[in-house]
């Protein structure tokens, strides 16, 4: 079946400081991968995507790259902010059968100043 | 951005109350989610459907019931809360069954059971 492991939070950060968020996952077919954002007392929105092997994708100062090899999508950020606080969610899409995208648990993220 | 409605925002009721949560969107999708989220944010999906007339249960075993008779509509209605369904919920859409299509979410409702 397919499914997405998130590091477990919450991480810590200072203001500025780099940021990495792990994200690994299986999959039966060949997938596509996004990281979705959500803010305190909102629903997720979506940050980034990416559908295929070695395609960046970016929004807000966020990259993440698709790796087939070591199947991993990890969300990566160069100077965090206090406004980044959230929890960020890497998520994956297999063609066939229903397309319901498949979440990972979760990582809240909180950024001090 | 999003385009889609829940409400109501918080919700606080006795057990054994028939409720309906309601989710509207105006962007014409045709598919649309319903997804508990737990204390511990993790998502469970609980329902969804493809289109008008089309409903189909989640991973999540749920006592819930929804229903699909309009494109823009999608209210999960709970028959009788109990505690255990105290829980953050959330709706979603998105433009139709694709690997590459993004979802849209709405704020949630935030439901206590006491």
Redesign the interface.
Known sequence: GNSVTQMEGPVTLSEEAFLTINCTYTATGY??L?W?V?YP??????LL?A?KADDKGSNKGFEATYRKETTSFHLEKGSVQVSDSA?Y?CAL???GG????T?G??T?LIVHP | ??D?Y?TPRYLVIGTGKKITLECSQTMGHDKM?WYQQDP????H?IH?SYGVNST?K?DLSSESTVSRIRTEHFPLTLESARPSHTSQY?C?SSVR????????????TQLSVL
Do not use: H, W
């Open positions: 997938p596509s996004f979705y959500q007392g909102e629903g997720l929105q979506l995507k559908t929890v969610f899409s297999v063609a229903s397309y319901i995208p979440f648990r979760g809240s | 951005e999003a889609i829940q989610y511990g944010m993790e998502l999906l969804y189909e989640g959330l979603a069954a694709s690997t590459n299509e993004k979802l849209f979410f709405g704020s949630g």
